[in-house]
């Protein structure tokens, strides 16, 4: 059975912007073969998986008897004969399959709640509503999704923005793989709005931009400091970078004479959009109607963000895939994988499977794990399979591809030299049926073996886990029949208080 | 400030000029297509103009080349014909409609919502108003705001999502009604809400009255021309506004009552703005103001019944529609358009003109005000509204008058394309085909039993008769046909169309079904001169009696052809020279029929007395059951049918020892003419034997029979057709048959498939009352007598369920047979019977009826040539039902003018069309379904040129089962 020994951790503080710009210096330098500028976060051990056979990655040959080594979170090499060395902790799993861990290119779980009642929100963001303990996170570490880009829900004109999580960690910073995944953006009108209204807050909402910009510039030229009083007042960083002006980026439109304004002065509650009209930030833009698409893409034509656009899109929108395949933009298609309808003419219902028609039009997509938690991404993959795209049609569309969409294709979607150590050893196949998540391995840190969960234990074998063994004692005491039924409802109660604190940490411990 | 937005203007401009829609096919082909709509009657409205009389309209690349008279086709264009009967008229343009309209902007005044972002052009909601002729409508932002957003006008079908949008900006939409001077507070947290800024409360929004409309509007005009904010109305209303004002673009503003259009009328003039007044349908007294001040109207009619709300009752509230609007302010030369409701559907948009034709608005006005009236008032009269050269080719082509209730689209187009058509499938023997619904509207209705309807109507549905009348519905797309005159399909009551020259009799119980074909081109013909039912009847009698059938030489297929099989059983008196003998063969089998009778009567008295016990155990009941089984094999008399058809599926239905048996199919092209046709071929193996028949349109004109062997799983068949010998060489294999046909000099290679291995006889209704005993029979129930297929027939006589036709000609033989008939208890069909006028009072009421010989003049011998008298006349004027026929094949086309022939000589027009049609069908019991036009029987029908049985008449067009004989 496979063996393995704990790695010491270090928490991690704030990971910031400026953390990304070293992880990709460190992306740089491991695959250079120096690994000294390993990032702290993950395990400085070494970890070698010995599984029965390795799946590198959708289009790669597979590998019988294969060998993943992990050096600093970052994995080093792969293939048959690889030296192990002799300090690396082994996990030999001769049964099993290695492949690398799913990425979720868009979901709104894992939060509080996913909306904001804002109609133009670009300043928030999904790092603080994340909740780590969020049963979300748990689960996505059972179906084996490593990488989860989590963005705000549909009910919001331009929603804040996004954050790549991993789902391991007991802070949002020890998750963050990447801390401005896009802002989200709804083409679907929200409730109380149309799709003029929606169209026209949304037009606006750059014009009021544009303008305000242009009320800076002008302020500027007239010797006003209005902007820094209240730069001050708010209490914004007015030092370094954001002391020095910077010239308009964009490519659609630009205000001139932008650069005499500090960045620092610029409105928070502004900055977000200016980055995305900038293009220093992608945009996740949800249509749910075919006819949306019109919309999102003049929206994203119209103010220069079209090349870092990934649309977010309802099954019923491959009427508008030949729109979405002149844009070029990628897709993540959500909410199920075949739409059906009635012919209006003959009352017959029509089935259309969805990643086919984009495929066939050239669109990349990448399937979404958003309907429950048991139809995820490799339940997707699977069935994509059986509706009619290749298998490495579908198990791109929930690894490579969704790592582009999120821009880590260089860091996690297969298993090679410089990526993520994140991988998942599967009992069988990842598309069978039959196939269980056996153990989840993330930056080179095992963090789920599905012999310790207890959840999953006690579901299918029954097995009381040690730490609620109490519970199962007194519920086998207690009989409705004895007491009069309030005393049995209070005793109930009483019982019950403590397992959702037990389960909570008992659950952390053996399921994370 | 200013130059900014003009930069986003010119940008947002730019954007739009930049592809964002792609055609959704590659379409560029089949758009440069040409094709030339031929209709009876166009109604350009393009200058007021009806052309009549055979109109062309020729399109390509989805615009209008050219429309008239004398249109010439071009080369290779592809003509779609809807016949002399259809009018064509302009795609209608609906000033209004219910889509897009969603909830309002929050602020007053909002002019930047476009409604072309509400647009949906994937749905499918708009086919109902496609179906109803509307081919754009206009779609409003939103409602019930002072200035709620720019409209837009769309196409509501067409698959090149560019071309839908036909203006992403067709009028500012406003209102200064009740509504829009309601709306609630307006509420904008501050983000984020401090305890110095605090949360705020909701702001009252203005206007509350007319006049603050009125001033409100003047300020926002005010803000616009002076490029000031208006914030109060709505964050950069204004600027917004200044926009619009720089295009022209007309106001559409929502003034319901008089002092409303009163203030805008007036706001519109002081601020020459070009006003169009919505929902205008008061605005009668008014008229001359609103011409005045330059602006046009559209007036909404209520079709959906009290959908104003009309329930006040007795007060002074109390509302009546008005329905001369539109015509008042058509003749004070306001421009205007005919809308729906905002809340009806624009597929009634017709029906609404139509409603406001009411008040005095003449056809064509009213046609305008749905077409190139909302056109022009939208500005998109460039592209739709009229049918002219270098406009969209939309079109509505209708069954009859644009506005005429009964009238109903049958097509609908949209840039050169159908959208839709009436019933989908159009192609002939379809299922789609005959249920469309079909109106045949005549000057006189010829019904069949005597009556006459002048005018009349007939409605076909499903393949039947629906409704007769003077006026009949008309569901929405029927096809209207209009002619002259209408009469039922005529009747051969003894003919052998179908016989192939065949002159041999066969058995009694043999089925007729199966010597019919659908699709046969003599067929055809037949019915197209109007004899649309044949009761077929072999050459030739034997003694038990041979079977006829009534079918449908123009059927569609089996099922449909066959109308009863047998129809009557085909006796004859005299069978030889020796007359001492007539009648014998005839008498016997009547007492055997009798004698049948009489057992079934003592069975079902016998079962009428019987009460069942009660219910057994289970092993009993199949200890019963096995008991039963040895009395299946039935003794030689009693054939049971279906276990005949049972055994005869043992027999040959093991799958390695009959694989030829069955119906083969499949498709052949023979040289010269190289076209694909189909072939059937019938077999039958016997031992070794194959006995076939063999029908191609391009092997022989009819049936080829064939016969042969098949040995050592060799086919080998050869047979003489109408274009030469014929032979077939193949091995059949699992249903799977490889070979050569020869047929002359031509050779070919064949693929066959076997679709049946049962020698399909015509699967119909029942006729017969079901006498078989249930398969668990308790111990003691009466046994019904086995069912005798020869005796069967007279049996059914008896009960009046079929026919019996004897020949016979003496007149002292006519009185004979009646007589043994008679005993039997059966109405005999008398067929010849030369004599029979002679005892014509002798015969009355105890005859089913009869068949007289071609020869219509009789020369009495007693009067010498002095005095002819005409059979039928004599007969039918005592009361005696006649009926034509031709014993011949495709003679059976020459009906008509022997019933003509019948009435020049003296025959009453209403007995001989009587006799073609529901006499024959009354004496031969298929008077229910066929030889009337009467609710739920067959559509079979034919359009004439003039009254019936006038030889001059002929028949212009064959319908049966409600499906057109072409």
């Not at chain 2, 005696?880 to 086309?893: D, L, W």
């Amino acid at each position: 059975m496979p063996t393995t020994t704990p790695t010491p951790r270090l928490a991690l503080a704030a990971l910031t912007a400026a953390a990304l710009a070293v992880s990709s210096v460190a992306a740089g330098a491991a695959s250079s073969g120096s690994g000294e500028l390993a990032r702290p976060a993950a395990a400085e051990g070494k970890l070698a998986i010995k599984a029965g056979k390795v799946i590198p990655g959708p289009g790669r040959a597979a590998i019988d008897g294969g060998v993943i080594l992990i050096e600093g979170g970052r994995i080093t090499a792969v293939g048959r004969d690889v030296q192990i060395p002799w300090d690396a902790t082994v996990i030999d799993a001769p049964d099993w399959t290695a492949f690398p861990g799913f990425v979720e290119a868009h979901t709104s779980r894992g939060m509080d709640r996913p909306n904001e009642n804002l109609e133009v929100a670009p300043f928030l963001s999904v790092r603080d509503s994340i909740d780590p303990i969020n049963f979300y996170f748990e689960d996505a570490l059972r179906w084996g999704l490593t990488t989860i880009n989590v963005e705000q829900g549909h009910e919001t004109v331009i929603a804040g923005q996004g954050i790549v999580v991993k789902p391991w960690g007991l802070t949002v910073e020890e998750m963050t793989v990447k801390p401005v995944a896009g802002i989200k953006i709804s083409a679907t009108p929200k409730r109380t709005l149309s799709g003029a209204t929606q169209a026209q807050v949304l037009r606006r909402a750059f014009g009021d931009l544009r303008r305000y910009l242009e009320d800076l510039v002008q302020q500027k030229k007239e010797g006003s400091d209005r902007s820094r009083r209240e730069a001050l007042f708010q209490g914004r960083e007015l030092e370094g970078e954001k002391a020095k002006g910077r010239a308009m980026e964009g490519s659609a439109w630009k205000v001139e004479g932008l650069e005499r304004v500090p960045r620092g002065e610029i409105d928070e509650k502004q900055e977000p959009l200016l980055a995305l009209v900038e293009g220093r930030i992608p945009a996740f833009v949800y249509c749910g109607r075919p006819s949306d698409v019109r919309l999102a893409l003049e929206v994203a034509r119209e103010n220069g963000f079209l090349a870092r656009t990934t649309l977010v899109v309802s099954p019923v929108c491959w009427k508008a895939a030949d729109e979405i395949a002149e844009a070029g933009v990628p897709i993540v298609i959500e909410g199920g994988l075949v739409h059906t309808e009635r012919d209006p003419f003959t009352g017959k219902e029509i089935e259309t499977f969805v990643p086919k028609v984009f495929q066939e039009r050239g669109v990349r997509f990448a399937l979404s794990a958003s309907n429950s938690t048991s139809e995820s991404l490799w339940y997707q993959a699977a069935l994509a399979t059986g509706l009619g795209l290749t298998r490495e049609q579908a198990l791109a569309a929930v690894t490579t591809v969704p790592a582009e969409i999120l821009g880590l294709g260089k860091r996690v979607g297969s298993l090679e030299p410089g990526k993520d150590g994140n991988v998942l050893l599967f009992s069988g196949d990842p598309l069978s049926v039959s196939s269980w998540v056996e153990r989840v391995i993330l930056e080179g840190v095992e963090v789920y073996d599905r012999s310790k969960d207890v959840r999953m234990k006690h579901l299918l074998e029954g097995v009381t886990p040690p730490s609620t063994a109490a519970m199962g004692e007194e519920e086998e005491v207690t009989h409705e029949d004895e007491g009069s039924p309030p005393e049995a409802g209070d005793e109930k109660k009483d019982e019950k208080e403590p397992p959702p604190k037990n389960g909570g940490n008992g659950g952390k411990g053996g399921g994370r | 400030m200013k130059r900014g937005v003009a930069a986003l203007l010119a940008l947002a401009a730019l954007a739009w000029a930049l592809p964002a829609w792609t055609p959704a096919r590659s379409e560029a082909a089949a758009r440069a297509e040409v094709v030339a709509l031929q209709a009876g009657t166009a109604h350009l409205v393009e200058g007021g103009k009806v052309l009549e009389g055979g109109v062309t309209i020729v399109v390509r690349d989805g615009k209008i080349l050219a429309a008239g008279k004398d249109v010439a086709v071009p080369p290779g264009a592809r003509v779609v014909d809807y016949g002399a009967d259809a009018v064509i008229v302009p795609g209608l343009v609906a000033a209004n409609s219910p889509y897009g309209v969603g909830p309002p902007s929050r602020r007053t005044a909002d002019p930047g919502v476009l409604a072309v972002d509400n647009f949906d052009p994937f749905s499918s909601a708009y086919l109902a108003d496609v179906a109803g002729g509307v081919t754009s409508a206009y779609l409003a932002p939103a409602r019930g705001r002072l200035i709620s957003g720019q409209g837009a006008v769309v196409k509501l079908a067409g698959d090149d999502l560019r071309r839908r949008v036909v203006s992403r900006s067709a009028a500012l939409q406003g209102s200064v009604g009740a509504e829009a001077r309601d709306v609630p507070g307006y509420w904008d947290p501050p983000v984020p809400a401090t305890v110095e800024v605090g949360l705020g409360v909701a702001e009252p929004q203005l206007p509350r009255t007319t006049m603050g409309a009125i001033v409100a509007l003047t300020e926002l005009l005010e803000a616009a021309r002076s490029g000031k904010e208006a914030d109060a109305y709505g964050p950069g209303a204004a600027r917004e506004l200044a926009r619009v004002l720089g295009t022209g673009l007309p106001w559409r503003i929502d003034a319901g009552t008089e002092t409303e259009i009163r203030a805008i009328l007036r706001l519109a003039q002081s601020e020459r703005l070009p006003l169009v007044i919505d929902g205008a349908e008061r605005a009668g007294e008014l008229a001359d103001e609103i011409r005045r001040a330059g602006a046009s109207a559209i007036v909404e009619v209520d079709v959906a019944p009290n959908s104003a709300g009309r329930d006040f009752g007795k007060g002074r509230d109390d509302r009546w529609p008005v329905f001369d609007t539109a015509a008042r302010l058509v003749r004070a030369g306001v421009p205007i358009a005919i809308a729906t409701e905002d809340s009806v559907r624009p597929r009634d948009l017709r029906f609404a003109a139509a409603v406001a034709s009411r008040g005095g608005l003449a056809a064509d006005a009213a046609l305008r005000a749905i077409t190139l009236g909302p056109a022009e008032i939208l500005g998109v009269a460039d592209r739709v509204g009229s049918i002219a050269p270098g406009k969209d080719a939309d079109f509505a082509v209708l069954n009859g008058p644009p506005l005429s209730a009964a009238s109903s689209v049958v097509a609908t187009w949209i840039d050169g394309e159908p959208v839709w058509e009436v019933a989908g499938s159009d192609a002939p023997g379809s299922k789609a085909a005959r249920s469309k619904a079909i109106v045949i509207e005549v000057a006189e209705l010829y019904v069949g039993d005597g009556e006459v309807l002048r005018p009349g109507q007939v409605l076909m549905q499903g393949g039947r008769i629906a409704e007769v009348g003077r006026r009949v519905a008309h569901p929405l797309g029927a096809v209207v046909v209009r002619g002259p005159a209408a009469m039922p399909g005529m009747i051969d009551a003894f003919g052998h169309l179908g016989l192939d020259g065949s002159s041999k009799a066969p058995p009694t119980d043999y089925k007729l079904a199966r010597v019919v074909e659908p699709g046969d081109r003599v067929d055809r013909m037949v019915a197209r001169a109007g004899v649309t039912t044949v009761v077929l009847t072999p050459r030739g009698t034997s003694s038990s009696g041979t079977p006829m059938m009534a079918y449908k030489p123009a059927g569609q297929d089996l099922e449909s052809m066959v109308l009863s099989d047998p129809t009557a059983l085909h006796l004859a008196w005299t069978h030889s020279r020796n007359r001492v003998e007539s009648g014998k063969d005839v008498r016997e089998v009547l007492a055997k029929a009798v004698e049948y009778e009489k057992k079934w009567k003592e069975y079902e008295a016998a079962i009428a007395k019987w009460t069942p016990p009660p219910p057994e155990p289970e092993a009993r009941v199949e200890s019963a059951k096995e008991e039963k089984k040895p009395e299946a094999g039935t003794p030689p008399e009693t054939k049971d049918e279906k276990k005949d058809e049972k055994a005869k599926g043992k027999e040959k239905k093991e799958p390695e020892a009959d694989p030829v048996t069955g119906i083969w199919e499949g498709k052949l092209a023979l040289p010269p003419n190289e076209s694909e046709v189909s072939l059937r071929l019938r077999m039958r193996l016997e031992g070794k034997v194959v006995t076939g028949a063999l029908r191609c349109a391009q092997v022989s004109e009819g049936l080829v029979p064939l016969g042969g062997t098949f040995e050592e799983g060799k086919l080998a068949l050869a047979g003489l057709g109408s274009r030469g010998f014929v032979s077939l060489s193949g091995e059949p294999k699992e249903g799977k048959l490889e070979g050569k046909l020869a047929v002359g000099s031509n050779e070919i290679e064949l693929k066959l498939e076997r679709t049946t291995k049962d020698l399909d006889e015509a699967r119909r209704p029942e006729l017969r009352r079901e006498k078989k005993p249930e398969e668990k029979e308790p111990k003691g129930k009466p046994r019904a007598p086995g069912i005798d297929a020869k005796l069967e027939p007279l049996r059914r006589a008896m009960h009046g369920e079929g026919a019996v036709v004897v020949d016979v000609d003496r007149a002292v033989e006519i009185l004979d047979c009646v007589k043994a008939f008679e005993e039997a208890g059966i109405k005999p069909v008398l067929y010849g019977a030369d004599e029979a006028w002679k005892v014509a009072d002798a015969l009355r009421g105890r005859v089913a009826g009869v068949i007289l010989t071609h020869q219509v003049m009789e020369v009495d011998p007693r009067k010498g040539l002095s005095e002819l008298r005409n059979r039928f006349a004599e007969l039918a004027l005592a009361g005696i039902p006649v009926a034509f026929h031709s014993a011949a094949e495709e003679g059976a086309s020459d009906l008509p003018l022997i019933a003509a022939y019948a009435v020049a000589q003296g025959m009453s027009p209403e007995g001989a069309l009587r006799a073609l049609t529901y006499d024959a069908a009354a004496m031969l019991a298929i008077a229910s379904r066929v030889g009337r036009l009467a609710r739920g029987m067959d559509g079979d029908v034919l359009l004439l040129d003039g009254p019936p049985l006038e030889p001059s008449t002929s028949v212009l067009r064959t319908w049966v089962n409600g499906e057109e004989v072409r």
